[in-house]
């Protein structure tokens, strides 16, 4: 019995322009985001009906067999997860799940604030954060374990509850590296190493408990060129 997880990271956000620790502030997808997963929706609902999908990923995974179906869509509730988990439910006529635990991490002082802000404030703070997000955590904010703890909780309860079934997951990027780090065994402290685009989509089929990743940030969506 294989279980199917789409890890969803959400569109892009108002503001994207400029890289700010946005964490917990509620800020909504831009139009371009709600475009970015629109094409994705139209990407996985291309999953479950053939294999032939008009908008290619970076790498192609296993379409669904016939007679699947995705079962359930969560998400954090956050509203640029919301909305974008929203559109990625409308084809499967479902309502996507809020889960607060699956919320991008508190990033305390630092949010709202630029990288570059950051760097002039807090440069120590951010060097070593950067050094080792493991060790060291944002001012004020959350924890990588404290975040690890609540979100794989969350992730264990959905996989037990939907066991061979395909379930959509809509969280953030902070969120999503912690996830495919403690799935694939990867160590903590090395959370940057891995990328997480807005809409980006991973793939895993637990196998027996056993995550096996089939795709690692791939992305259906494509700027229109001015």
Same mark, same amino acid.
């Given at each position: 019995?294989?279980? *199917?997880?789409? /890890? ?8 994207? !322009? %400029? ?7 509620? =800020? $909504?997808? &831009? ?17 479950? %009906? &053939? ?5 290619? =990923? ?11 179906? /995705? ?25 996507? =799940? ?5 919320? !991008? ?13 950051? %760097? ?17 955590? $944002? ?13 794989? @909780? &969350? ?11 395909? =379930? ?19 160590? /903590? ?5 891995? !990328? ?5 989509? @991973? ?5 027996? @408990?056993?995550? *096996?990743?089939?795709?690692? @940030? ?5 700027? !229109?060129?001015?």
């Amino acid at each position: 019995m294989v279980t *199917v997880i789409y /890890l969803i990271r959400h569109g892009e956000t108002e503001g994207a !322009e %400029k890289k700010r620790y946005k964490g917990t502030i509620d =800020v $909504p997808l &831009s139009g371009h985001g709600i475009m970015q997963m629109e094409q994705l929706s139209r990407y996985m609902a291309g999953l479950f %009906k &053939s294999s032939t999908n008009s908008h290619p =990923v970076t790498q192609k995974p296993r379409s669904a067999d016939a007679g699947e179906f /995705l079962s359930a869509v969560y998400c954090s509730d956050l509203q640029r997860s919301i909305r974008s988990a929203e559109i990625i439910a409308g084809p499967h006529a479902l309502r996507p =799940v809020l889960v607060p635990a699956l919320r !991008e991490r508190d990033f305390g002082v630092w949010e709202g604030m630029s990288f570059d802000e950051i %760097k002039e404030k807090y440069p120590d703070e951010f060097d070593a954060w950067a050094d080792n997000p493991l060790q060291f955590s $944002p001012v004020g904010g959350e924890s990588t374990i404290e975040v690890r703890e609540r979100v794989m @909780n &969350s992730l264990q309860e959905i996989i037990h509850r939907h066991q061979g079934e395909h =379930v959509a997951v809509v969280a953030h990027g902070g969120v999503n590296r912690i996830i495919i780090c403690h799935l694939l065994g990867i160590p /903590l402290e090395n959370i940057f190493r891995i !990328e997480q685009d807005y809409s980006a989509l @991973n793939i895993f089929q637990y196998h027996t @408990n056993c995550p *096996v990743a089939q795709l690692i @940030n791939g992305t259906v969506h494509r700027r !229109e060129k001015t």
